[in-house]
């Protein structure tokens, strides 16, 4: 159980192009989903909180009109990288907490791997 | 001042031997929780183990427990009979308040574990 997906895997596009990518809980519904991002040999860096039906919270730093995120549902959240560029490439990663029970952790997805050209 | 310390950057561990990965915190917070997680190369973030601060007990789950020391802020990860699938970063995280809250984990900057065969 407790398993989240994240779609795609990989993503290579051009300077200028939006990605999205998909966050999902495949069994469990979770009001709240992270987003970090993690550079090479370095650690996640939480780029945002997302409650379901709400609007994200930002860290500090990250650009919340560069960074959209949406979460529709208590099973899916998405990160869409506006106007991407070869900064922003990086792995980024999701995490969902349950919604019921005293859940001690968060579960992640397996990562995305964007790289822009 | 960082939140969570991983002091050691790299270790080498002989496989079957046991091996104890560091992490310091700092919280004025009384009720937290505690969390090593491991990724592979692959980048995917497995759970291994969690102390609630207000634990009596160290945690521990299978070759993993969790030497908590609380008046010296620590939580230090014990792995015993090291296996070579254990070679993989660390990282040790905290969440900071009640366990129901929505509260976002901080990540220490890792610790990459190497075992020889």
């Known amino acids: 159980g407790a398993v989240v997906s994240q779609h795609p895997s990989w993503v290579i596009c051009k300077s200028g192009t939006s990605v999205k990518i998909e966050c999902r809980s495949l069994?469990?519904?979770?009001?709240?989903m992270f987003w970090y991002r993690q550079f090479p040999k370095q650690s996640l860096m939480l780029m945002a909180t997302?409650?379901?039906?709400?609007?994200?919270?930002?860290e500090q730093g990250v650009e919340k009109d560069k960074f959209l995120i949406n979460h529709a549902s208590l099973t899916l959240s998405t990160l869409t990288v506006t106007s991407a560029h070869p900064e922003d490439s990086s792995f980024y990663i999701c995490?969902?907490?349950?919604?019921?029970?005293?859940?001690?952790?968060?579960?992640f997805g397996p990562g995305t791997r964007l790289l822009v050209l | 001042a960082q939140k969570i310390t991983q002091t050691q950057p790299g270790m080498f561990v002989q496989e079957k031997e046991a091996v104890t990965l560091d992490c310091t915190y700092d919280t004025s917070d009384q009720s937290y929780g505690l969390f090593w997680y491991k990724q592979p190369s692959s980048g995917e973030m497995i759970f291994l183990i969690y102390?609630?601060?207000?634990?009596?007990q160290n945690a521990t789950e299978g070759r993993y427990s969790l030497n908590f020391q609380k008046a010296r802020k620590s939580a230090n990860l014990v792995i015993s009979a090291s296996q070579l699938g254990d070679s993989a970063m660390y990282f040790c995280?905290?969440?900071?308040?009640?366990?129901?809250?929505?509260?976002?984990?901080?990540f220490g900057g890792g610790t990459r574990l190497m075992v020889k065969p």
């Open positions: 997302s409650n379901e039906g709400s609007k994200a919270t930002y």
């Open positions: 102390q609630g601060s207000y634990d009596e």
């Open positions: 995280a905290m969440r900071e308040g009640q366990s129901n809250a929505g509260n976002m984990l901080t």
């Open positions: 995490s969902a907490r349950p919604f019921f029970g005293v859940e001690k952790t968060q579960y």
């Open positions: 069994d469990f519904q979770a009001t709240t």
